[in-house]
Every structure is written in C-alpha cells, then in structure tokens.
C-alpha cells in the first residue's frame, strides 16, 4: 500500500497543483513546507527528454523573501559573505548565507529590485525568521515579508525557442544570471535567465494567479512544436552538473569553504556579514574536508541519510550525500562530503547500498 501526504495550511500545493496532476504527477517530495514535484514518467526519461527539448517545472517551493527599506542593503550584506556593494539592478546573485558560526543557512539566488528593494529566491529552510530576527537584533529600517510570488521554469536546449515565441526577440538577449521585464496578454512577468539545470533556460516569476495560469495553459497549448512535457528538477542531471542541493548536500553543519563556495566568500574587504571572523580563522586553517563527486557501481540508490563511505584499510574516508542513477554513465552518480586526506583521485572505496558493499570511486564536480 501506498502511502499518502496529508495536506494542510502547513503544507501548501501551488497555483498550478492543479495543472500538474491533470498532467500525470507520480510523486512530490515537500520542500520549504510546500508540495515540489519530482517525477512525471520515469527519472531517466525526464532526463533524456530534458538534455533534448524543454520542460516546464512548477517550482513555486522556491520563495521569494522581499526586504525592502532604508537599511536594506545592510541587513542582506549581514546574511551573505558575498561583495554585494557593486550589485546592480537587474542582476541575480547566487550568494551562500551564513550564521555567526559560518555555517551554511542558505544558498539563494538574490535579485537586486533596487538600492532599497531586494528578493532573496531561496532554497529548503526558513530564511524568513533568520532575517527577521537579525533586522530585530540590529534595529533595521527594514520591510520583510515572503512575496506571494510563484515560479515556472523553462528548462532545456529548446526553452530560448518557445519563450522567444511567447516573449518575443528581447527575451534571447537576457543574459544569464540576468533579469528583465516581458508582457504576455498585458499582463508583466519578471523573468530571469536562471533555473536548476545545465541545460539552459528561464524562470518566470508570477504575482498574478490568474496570469501565470493562461502563460502555463498557453505554453503546453503551442508546446507540440517545440517537444514541451511537464517536468521536475532532475537528480541525476543536475548532480552531474555539479549543482548543489541545500539540505541535501550540504547544510548549517558545512561552511561555503568546503562546499567549494570560495569565489563568493570576501574576506578581505571591509564588507560586514555574520560569520566573518570565523570565516578568516577557517581559511587560514585550511578546510578538512570537502564536497567532491563519486561514481558508484550500481544501478539503483536511495540516499535519506548520510551513507559512510569505506577505503580499503577500513578507513572512513567521507559520507555519501546525494545520489542517483546516471543514464549517461549507467551507474551511481553522487555528492559526498570526503576527508582531506582522500582527495586524491581516483580514490576507491565500499559503500553499503541495498545491505551489499559495491565499489565507488571519487572524482571532481562537476561529474565527467
């Protein structure tokens, strides 16, 4: 028997829940108390069909924590070790957020609205409250609210095609990690060259319901034309790609340094973020450990907790953190966080999968 989630306030579906099912959604995972889907056919063929055409994913889990006010800009410097004093409008800044410890509480993306109006798009844990109550403890002139923002990805070799139909020429000159404004049925979207994949494409941006539900029905309506399924973030795609999950890869136990975060770590200029002081004593100890890619020989995994990994000599030499079948390398692909003294590659070891030990091998990331 199958089991079943229970849905409430607490755990929220979407907009376009609804859509999605009429479409044939065969499982959700739940991610920052909403319902995210993750397969729709099988992982292998949404992963041939994603390297190929294009897929639309519902990935309105990713919430938009707007700050806005006089003090904006210190409260979002407080929670990132990244150098946002260059930041412009019209930019994304994939930027690690950090406790006073350095420990990893979020890796957002973080739009620039205005000098004084920010969004921070943020993955799996309550950047809400972190916010909040650094604003509180520092007295800050802010406004902060989750947007009731909901978001489409466009993923895929095909997306800059249909969104160029839809959008028109403009929306191909948007440069990634780029964001602008683009009208369908006078109705506004703001829409960045982003998503979670290697493959190339867009996500847009919905603060009207009523809106972004005639842009899905019309992007599956002139679909056929461009191979267009419904889709989900992809596991083994995008582990291959060496895009990392927080809460899955990493999380507020790791710092950005061994998570190979270190071009957005400034330690040198005067910027103020929590966090700092210890980020300087890490780097000048040097990390102990890091997140590194594995190849594992077998064929099926289901990673829900760490996985010890076993050298030769019985050393633990790392855990496995993530992993999924790769049909490009037709075997385990992972993430796993190894010991300094295993770096070198290929490093071999046992691994515990399905209560048979099977070899791996450790390898860089992104995964070739």
Same mark, same amino acid.
């Given at each position: ?18 859509? #999605? +099912?009429?479409? %044939?959604?065969? !499982? ?5 108390? /909403? ?5 729709? =056919? &099988? ?21 938009? #924590? +707007?700050?806005? %006010?006089?003090? !904006? ?5 407080? /929670? ?5 004093? =260059? &930041? ?21 993306? #973080? ?258």
């Amino acid at each position: 028997m199958k089991a079943i989630i229970t849905r409430s306030r607490r755990l929220r579906g979407t907009p376009f829940t609804s859509r #999605i +099912e009429k479409q %044939g959604v065969k !499982s959700y995972t739940v991610y920052n108390h /909403m319902l995210l889907p993750t397969t729709f =056919s &099988s992982p292998e063929e949404e992963y041939n069909h994603l390297k190929k055409y294009v897929q639309v994913w519902d990935v309105s889990v990713q919430r938009e #924590i +707007e700050i806005s %006010g006089k003090d !904006s800009f210190q409260l979002v410097q407080l /929670m990132t070790c990244r150098n946002l004093s =260059s &930041s412009k409008d019209g930019v994304c800044y994939y930027a690690p957020l950090v406790d006073s410890n350095g420990g990893l509480i979020n890796d957002p993306l #973080i739009y620039r609205l205005s000098e004084k109006r920010w969004r921070v798009c943020i993955a799996d844990s309550d950047v809400l409250l972190f916010a909040k109550g650094i604003a509180s403890a520092k007295s800050l002139d802010v406004k902060i609210f989750e947007a009731q923002i909901d978001t489409l990805a466009i993923q895929g070799p095909n997306s800059p095609k249909i969104m160029e139909k839809i959008f028109g020429d403009k929306i191909n000159q948007l440069k990634f990690f780029r964001f602008d404004f683009f009208n369908f049925n006078k109705n506004k979207f703001l829409i960045s060259r982003s998503g979670f994949s290697k493959q190339g494409g867009f996500e847009v941006h919905v603060d009207d319901v009523k809106a972004g539900l005639d842009l899905y029905d019309h992007l599956f309506e002139i679909g056929n034309d461009f191979n267009l399924k419904p889709g989900a973030p992809n596991h083994p795609e995008r582990i291959e790609g060496g895009l990392l999950s927080y809460g899955s890869d990493m999380d507020i136990n790791d710092n950005p340094f061994e998570c190979g975060f270190d071009k957005y770590i400034d330690i040198e200029s005067d910027i103020v973020f929590l966090g700092k002081d210890n980020l300087i004593k890490i780097k000048k100890d040097g990390i102990k450990r890091k997140l590194m890619g594995v190849k594992i020989e077998s064929k099926s995994i289901n990673v829900s907790e760490e996985i010890p990994m076993i050298s030769s000599e019985d050393q633990v030499i790392g855990h496995l953190r993530s992993g999924a079948f790769s049909p490009k390398f037709k075997k385990i692909v992972g993430i796993a966080m190894i010991k300094k003294e295993f770096w070198k590659q290929p490093q071999k070891f046992n691994i515990k999968l399905n209560n048979n030990f099977v070899l791996g091998e450790i390898c860089n990331l992104p995964i070739e």
